[in-house]
Nanobody
Framework: QVQLVESGGGLVPPGGSVRLSCTAS????????IGWFRQSPGKEREEVAC????????YYGESVKGRFTMSADYAKNTAYLQMNSLRFTDTAVYYC?????????????????????WGQGTQVTVSS
């Protein structure tokens, strides 16, 4: 049984940093593409970052480029999202997702329906 568990969320001041983790069990991480998403109340789920399963190349959503960095430790079956220079608008529930053989097309992270496996989400609140 595949399970993804996010951790690391919390309350962060504007301009602050936080690192989220996504640990997987029940799958072989290196064969999967991984994505980070976020969702705020009343908004659609937004792609934040992703890794192409073919070559490990990273891609980012426009709103987080230059501020967020995604990485993965395949030995630990864990993906990370380092979030810097946080803004009020980054407040959301953050989810990780995984899909075997995920391919990135057109330099844009795949939409949420491309993924079969999801974590439960972790809340990040940017507030002073």
């Amino acid at each position: 049984q595949v399970q993804l568990v996010e951790s690391g969320g919390g309350l962060v001041p504007p301009g602050g940093s936080v690192r989220l983790s996504c640990t997987a069990s029940g799958l072989t991480w290196e064969y999967y593409g991984i994505g980070w998403f976020r969702q705020s109340p009343g908004k659609e789920r937004e792609e934040v970052a992703c890794i192409d399963s073919r070559d490990g190349r990273l891609y980012y959503g426009e709103s987080v480029k230059g501020r967020f960095t995604m990485s993965a430790d395949y030995a630990k079956n864990t993906a990370y999202l380092q979030m810097n220079s946080l803004r009020f608008t980054d407040t959301a529930v953050y989810y990780c997702a995984a899909e075997v053989g995920l391919r990135v097309v057109g330099n844009r992270c795949p939409r949420e329906w491309s993924y079969d496996e999801w974590g439960q989400g972790t809340q990040v609140t940017v507030s002073s």
